[in-house]
């Protein structure tokens, strides 16, 4: 196993931010029954959205990205390949209207808290973490941008997004390119299967290999299994 997934999978417990999760929108006590209710729906969004980015980072196979995209195994790498999901999940959840665009709010909330519990995890200095957090907050924003841009694009425009953000504008092999965009395509489709209601309610989310077995095969998924709470 490469040395940073190793590091990060052993040391990093995402769970604990579940009853966390409850303080990102308080409720006023002068809400009664119907904020009760709109709170308790909230809820169910937020443990949902801490789901979906859990699965970002724990049914991602980072090390085929870093071998099949030659990437170094570094945090940069890992937060490249992150964020590549994290906007897949985005773009989905964007569609379900008000609720799913709440969803989105929480599942970048949760991706840099992450981010800095990690980049604490591998002992990086708290001012060189500092900047390079805002850095990495502009680079997100600009490759959401260009990822947007991208899937409403052909696959020459998805190419060329990805060939700036994902590769850094270094990639010399187009057959990497090729890879990454048929990946994105064929992931979104998979994800666009998904019932929406199912999402909000488990936020659990899953993802074609990087190499498909059967090429000829896109599977839909197996509807998730829930309770009436949702959880």
């Known amino acids: ?6 590091v990060l999978k052993s040391r990093i417990n995402i769970s ?14 002068t809400q009664g029954q119907w904020g009760r209710a709109l709170s308790g729906t909230f809820q169910k969004i937020k443990i949902a959205a ?13 090390e085929e990205f870093f071998l099949r995209c030659q990437m170094p195994d570094t945090f940069n790498s890992w937060f490249l390949i992150t964020l590549l999901h994290v906007w897949m999940c985005l773009v989905r959840m964007k569609q379900e209207g008000r609720s799913g ?9 949760f991706m840099w808290e992450d981010v800095e519990q ?11 973490l ?33 060939w700036r953000t994902f590769f850094n504008q270094k990639c010399e092999d187009p057959r990497q390119l090729e890879l990454l965009v048929e990946y994105v395509r064929k ?3 998979y994800l666009d299967s998904m019932n ?31 309770n009436d709470e949702g959880l």
């Open 50 to 62: 801490l789901r979906m980015y859990t699965s970002c980072v724990e049914k991602t196979d980072f």
């Open 101 to 109: 665009k709440y969803m989105c709010r929480i599942i970048v909330h």
């Open 16 to 29: 604990p931010w579940v009853p966390a999760c409850s303080r990102l929108v308080p409720m006023s006590s």
């Open 118 to 128: 990690r980049g604490r995890v591998m002992g990086v200095n708290s001012y060189i």
């Open 196 to 226: 929406g209601e199912d999402l909000l309610l488990t936020g659990e989310v899953s993802w074609r290999p990087l190499v498909e077995k059967n090429p000829q095969s896109i599977l839909r998924p197996h509807s998730p299994s829930y």
């Open 187 to 189: 992931q979104m489709q």
């Open 130 to 162: 500092k900047k390079n957090m805002i850095l990495m907050t502009n680079n997100f924003y600009a490759a959401i941008l260009g990822y947007d841009e991208g899937i409403l694009s052909d696959d020459h425009g998805l190419a060329a997004a990805l």
């Open 1 to 6: 196993m490469a040395l940073l997934v190793r």
